[in-house]
């Protein structure tokens, strides 16, 4: 579900600074020193509002900037040789996108909005400058970049190892948890991607997919009326989940 903060920067003006965003306490800004905060001020760049199914940024170009969803949720995406889509990864507000291209300063997937998003563009070169006077921004960064692996790592236990019910717990018990960590519903929420995407994520069939979520409802463990999801049963959720880990993912996320 998506939250009212949410909701209200669609469609507004852009706010002057960061501490009058509706998302400052979600945002890695919150953790800048006033200096650090005024030089982020400076060089922010809040993009006009981009619509549904528009690119953020293609495979291949030039990493610019470093990029904040600050609204609606972005999708990432990468194409195989036989130029198939393949879903990495999806965005969603308070979340940075760009971070996967430092390392070669160029974007190795795509981006695209899901919905009506709005985002926030720091340049690289300022980025990597402020970076480079803040240990404690440092620290910010090398936390989001763990999130990213560990959300990396979880799927690549998921597509070709796990049964089709596994995979779908724990994709939805993964944006559970961002979603809490957002100060959002983590038990009631929209599914902005469609099962296609989320199929193509997990590596399993659209059919399978809804089969599975139609299962999983009659079991009385979540609650599915279109793209709405509402978790009911969330032990039984969790349980399903560690089902097939290794056991030191399961001790992780039972702790």
Known sequence: MTS?????????????????????????????SP?????????????QPIERNQHLFHGGQSLKSVTVVRSGSVKGYQLSQEGDEIVTGFYLPGEIIGLDGLANEVHPGFAVALEDSRTCEIPLADFVRMLSKSPKLNQVMLKLLSEEMTETRELLLVVG???????????????????????????????????RDIANYLGLTIETVSRTMSAMQKAGTIE??????????????????????????????SG
């Open 161 to 195: 190892r796990l049964d089709a019910k596994t995979r779908v717990s724990l994709f939805l018990l993964s944006l559970s948890r961002r979603l809490a960590r957002r100060n959002q519903d983590p038990d009631q929420f929209r599914l902005t991607m469609d099962r």
């Open 35 to 47: 200096d650090e905060l005024a030089e982020l001020n400076r060089v922010l760049k809040r993009r």
């Open 4 to 32: 009212k903060s949410t909701v209200r920067t669609l469609g507004e003006q852009p706010e002057s600074h960061c501490q009058d965003c509706a998302l400052f306490s979600l945002c890695f800004a919150q953790e800048a």
């Open 224 to 253: 599915v009326r279109g793209k709405l999801v509402r978790i009911l049963e969330r032990k039984a959720l969790e349980q399903q989940a560690r089902q097939g880990l290794p056991e030191d993912n399961r001790i992780a996320r």
